[in-house]
């Protein structure tokens, strides 16, 4: 069976500091897909990044980037710089590959941005 | 490009009453999927189409919901009748296709309160 774990339910910052989301997952597949989403308050979950297992290459995209260590099974997600429209709740999640395969979402970490 | 359209965004109902929720995918995109996403949690899914038929259900109670996608297109979920644990956001997702790679662009959600 598959689980994610995101141990941090809420997180406040302050504008411009940099935070990082932890995002801990199981499996016993060697391959897989993990994402990262964000729903902001109006509800739709958007797209962040979606990683395969062999690819272990840290990712930036702007201010966002993402950490991926296989060895502890763990998909840390970091704002830098962090802006208050950043604020939502960021969701990890993990899919085996192949057809039929459900989404595993962990149960997400509410993140506030204060000005 | 226009999103994925849902329809109510909100619904109040009493238990043991029934409801239904509308969807209409991203053009073009053959896999849609009902998320419940209860408050507090990630999304869990419900059920999976591919075109019009199931390819995952696994997780829908079906002693109370049903879904259906006709022509392929749009999908309703239904329930009835409902219960207080009910009470949550469904979500629709749709993607171009059933690979796990495939990314998930989800709609806005119908929020249920059963009272």
């Known amino acids: 069976a598959q689980k994610v774990t995101q141990a941090q339910t809420e997180i406040s910052v302050v504008e411009k500091e940099d935070v990082t989301l932890d995002c801990v997952y199981e499996?016993?597949?060697?391959?897989?897909?993990l994402f990262w989403y964000k729903q902001p308050p109006s509800g739709e979950l958007v797209f962040l990044i979606r990683?395969?297992?062999?690819?272990?290459q840290n990712e930036i995209s702007g201010r966002y980037s993402w950490n991926f260590q296989k060895s502890t099974s763990s998909f840390n997600f970091t704002i830098t710089a962090s802006q208050v429209v950043d604020s939502a709740v960021y969701f990890c999640?993990?899919?085996?590959?192949?057809?039929?395969?459900?989404?595993?979402f962990g149960s997400g970490t509410q993140l506030t941005v204060l000005p | 490009e226009a999103g994925v359209a849902q329809s109510p965004r909100y619904k109040i109902i009493e238990k043991r009453q029934s409801v239904a929720f509308w969807c209409n995918p991203i053009?073009?995109?053959?896999?849609l999927y009902w998320y419940q996403q209860i408050l507090g949690q990630g999304p869990k899914l419900l059920i999976q189409?591919?075109?019009?038929?199931?390819?995952?259900d696994s997780q829908l109670p079906k002693d109370r919901f049903s879904a259906e996608r006709l022509k392929g297109v749009d999908s309703t979920l239904k329930i009835q009748p409902a219960k207080l644990e009910d009470s949550a956001v469904y979500l629709c997702?749709?993607?171009?296709?059933?690979?796990?790679?495939?990314?998930?662009?989800f709609g806005p959600g119908t929020r249920l309160t059963v009272l």
């Open positions: 997702a749709s993607s171009l296709g059933d690979s796990s790679y495939n990314e998930q662009f």
């Open positions: 499996t016993r597949d060697t391959t897989y897909y």
């Open positions: 990683r395969n297992s062999f690819d272990e």
């Open positions: 999640a993990l899919r085996m590959p192949g057809s039929a395969r459900q989404l595993t």
């Open positions: 053009s073009g995109h053959a896999t």
């Open positions: 189409f591919q075109n019009n038929g199931v390819v995952d």
